[in-house]
C-alpha cells in the first residue's frame, strides 16, 4: 500500500474529526508524512500536535503534498479540496484510505450496526491487548484507556465499519459484526430495505460474519455465528444486575463457557460484549482470554459519561441521537436516579430528525417537560421540517433553548435532591454541557 511508503505526504482537511485523527496517528506512527486542517480547535487537534503531527486551523493553507484525504462530513466544494483537486492532487475518501490500511494486516476485524460499534470495538481492543496479540484499533470513539488509536503490532486490526454514505463498503474483513440493522441516515438511504441490502454487501465481504439474533432484519443476513439474550449461538444467561452493572454467563450452544462481570453502566452493553466475545471466539480466543479483556473495559467518553454537577445535580452526558439508543440510555438513568431524570436533547442533522420525527417525540415524551436544543446541522442545511423546533412542538411538555445561557437557565428549574441531568446528542451540546456543569 502506498501510504505505507514513506515517500509519499498526506494531507487531512478535517484531521480533528475522532476517524481522522486516529487514521493520522496511525500513518505518522508508520514513519508516514502526516499534516492537515481543521475548522477549530479539538480534543483531537491538540492530541495531533503532541504526537507531532501539525494541524492548521482554518481553510486558508495551501496544501502541498502528494494526497489529500478528506472525510464525509466535508463537502468538495470546501477551499482546500477545491483547489487541491485543480491542482491536480489526488483525493481520496477517509473510508478509501482505511479500507487500503485495513489490508495491510493479516486479520481484519469490522464492528457495523447503528448503535454499539465504539463500545464493541473498544471491548475487542481490550482483549486482543489482555491477552497479548499484536493489534491496531481505529476507534470511532474515545475509550477512557486506549484512546480512539492504539497499536502494539499489525497482526490484527480492528475497526469500526461505519454505514454512512455506505463507507463499510471498503473494508474486507476476515470477522465482520453486525450489531443491528436499524434505519438511519435516511440523507443516504431510501428505505430500511436499501439500508439492509448495504449491510449484505458489507457482510459478503467478510470471511466470517457475526450478526445479533436479536435483531430483525440482522439475523436474516448469511453469517456464521449470532448472539443474543432471547437467540442466537452465543448467549448471555442468568443475568445478575448490580448499580445497571451486569453480569452474566456466556453460553456456547447451550453450554456455560465463563461468567463476566461488566463494569461498564447499562444493559445494552451485554449485547456489545457478547458481540466481541463471538468476534474474539472466531479469532481464537480462548473464554478466560476474552473475559479477562472485557472485565478490563470501563467505558467510552461520552457514553453515560459524569461531566459534573449543577445545581448540586449531576450530570450525565451520552452520545445518544437516535430513537432506539435515546430509550436504551433514559433507561438505564431511570434505574440509577432516585429523582427526576431531566433531559436535553439536541437532535443530529435536519434529515434524521425529520424522518425518524415520530420516533424522536415518542421515546422523549418519557421524560418530564424535556430541553430540545437547537440541532446540529453537522454536513446540513437548515431544513424546517427537521428542526428542533419542530421537534420540540410535537411533545407537549418540552421547552425549547438555542443559546447555552437559555439552556443553563432551563437546566436549573425545578431541580431537586435525588435527580439528575442526562445530556443526549452527537453534537456540540457535550461541550456546551461541560461549559454549564460546575466540575
Known sequence: MDCINSCISYYFVGIGGVSMSALAMLLGGLGVRVRGSDAAEGRFTKLLRERGIPVHIGEEEEISEDTVVYTGAVDLSHPQLARAAKAGKRLIARSELLGSVAKEYSHVLSVAGCHGKTTSSCMLAHIFRTCGAPFTCHIGGEDYELGNFFSTGKEYFITEACEFKRSFLALHSEIAVILNCDLDHTDCYRDEEDLLAAYRTFAGQAKEVVVNADDVHARTIPHTL?????????????????????????????????????????????????????????????????????????????????????????????YAHHPKEIAAT??????????????????????????????????????????????????????????????????????????????????????????????????????????????
Open 226 to 318: 449470532s448472539f443474543g439474550l432471547y437467540g442466537g449461538d452465543i448467549r448471555a444467561e442468568r443475568l445478575a444486575e448490580d448499580g445497571e452493572r451486569y453480569a452474566f454467563t456466556v453460553t456456547e450452544g447451550g453450554t456455560p463457557v465463563v461468567r463476566i462481570a461488566l463494569n461498564a453502566v447499562g444493559k445494552v452493553h451485554i449485547y456489545n460484549a457478547l458481540a466481541a466475545f463471538a468476534a474474539a471466539r472466531l479469532a481464537g480466543r480462548t473464554g478466560e482470554e476474552i473475559k479477562c479483556g472485557l472485565e478490563a473495559f470501563r467505558g467510552v467518553r461520552r457514553r453515560f459519561e459524569y461531566i459534573g454537577t449543577l445545581g448540586g445535580v449531576p450530570v450525565v452526558c451520552d
Open 330 to 439: 433514559l433507561s438505564t438513568a431511570e434505574k440509577l436516579c432516585r429523582g427526576t431524570v431531566h433531559v436535553v436533547f439536541q437532535p443530529h442533522t435536519y434529515t434524521r430528525t425529520r424522518d425518524l420525527l415520530g420516533e424522536f417525540s415518542e421515546v422523549l415524551k418519557r421524560a418530564e417537560s424535556p430541553i430540545v436544543y437547537a440541532t446540529y446541522s453537522a454536513r446540513e442545511s437548515f431544513d424546517p421540517a427537521g428542526s428542533a423546533a419542530m421537534l420540540a412542538s410535537r411533545i407537549p411538555e418540552a421547552r425549547y433553548c438555542q443559546t447555552p445561557r437559555q439552556l443553563k437557565k432551563r437546566m436549573l428549574e425545578g431541580l431537586k435532591g435525588g435527580d439528575l441531568i442526562l445530556v443526549l446528542g452527537a453534537g456540540d451540546i457535550y461541550d456546551i454541557a461541560k461549559g454549564i456543569a460546575e466540575p
